[in-house]
């Protein structure tokens, strides 16, 4: 397994502002996703993140939107630009962990950001 | 797509009695079917995962069944206790480049 771990934990923003998240990795990993999950519901893939190439967006969620960055293979960060209240929602970090045909995949602590 | 439906959306029993949760998904080449549990104000956890070439694992109390026929897959929580109360998200990829589809959740409460 990974311990996976995110800064901040929670955040209240204004409108029109930026958040940038952390994630961070206790071991080397080649693949971290990043995901949103509104109250209540299930988990949405908004991109893949791998080290030293572009990030792959789902439908529906743009770079603009949601920058991404991966520096090494322990760290990335998700950007929530020009926020909205309908951005308000938890951000979840997720690694995989394992061989490339079998591997698992762990989530972090998410972050819980509410847009005023 | 992959689609994968869970049933049901909340699920209430009383202590050391039995849960199950149910999953069906549409992508007959899907091969990897993960469980996950999610308390209150947490991340996700792997619980425990099945591969398609196996029908069912057994993790002390938990085990996950698997027909691949039926294209269905049970989470099963045997002898109940309080501290099971959590979202449980089972989810489908199909091989190893293929991304998590999640089921939307059960939300299973335990009583004392």
């Known amino acids: 397994s990974a311990v996976i771990s995110q800064k901040p934990s929670r955040d209240i923003c204004q409108r029109g502002t930026s958040l940038t998240i952390q994630c961070q990795v206790d071991?080397?990993?080649?693949?971290m996703f990043w995901y949103r999950q509104q109250p209540g519901q299930s988990l949405t893939l908004i991109a893949t993140?791998?080290?030293?190439?572009?990030?792959?967006?789902e439908s529906g969620f743009v770079i603009d939107k949601f920058p991404i960055s991966r520096p090494n293979l322990t760290f990335s960060t998700l950007t929530v630009s020009n926020m909205s209240p309908e951005d308000s929602s938890i951000y979840l970090c997720?690694?995989?962990?394992?061989?490339?045909?079998?591997?698992?995949?762990?989530f972090g602590p998410g972050t819980r950001l509410t847009v005023t | 797509g992959e689609n994968v439906e869970q049933h049901p959306s909340t699920l209430s029993v009383q202590e050391g009695d039995s849960a199950v949760i149910k999953c069906t998904y549409s992508?007959?080449?899907?091969?990897?079917f993960p469980w996950y549990k999610q308390e209150l104000g947490k991340g996700p956890q792997l619980i425990i995962d099945?591969?398609?070439?196996?029908g069912e694992k057994k993790d002390q109390r938990i085990a996950v069944t698997l027909n691949k026929t039926a294209k269905h897959f049970s989470l099963h929580i045997t002898e109940t206790q309080p501290e099971d109360s959590a979202v449980y998200f089972c989810?489908?990829?199909?091989?190893?480049?293929?991304?998590?589809?999640f089921g939307k959740g059960t939300k299973l409460s335990v009583k004392p």
């Open positions: 099945i591969r398609s070439n196996v």
């Open positions: 989810a489908a990829r199909r091989g190893s480049q293929g991304n998590l589809i």
């Open positions: 071991s080397q990993v080649t693949m």
């Open positions: 997720s690694a995989k962990i394992g061989a490339a045909v079998s591997y698992e995949q762990y």
């Open positions: 993140a791998n080290q030293g190439s572009e990030a792959t967006y």
């Open positions: 992508d007959s080449a899907s091969n990897y």
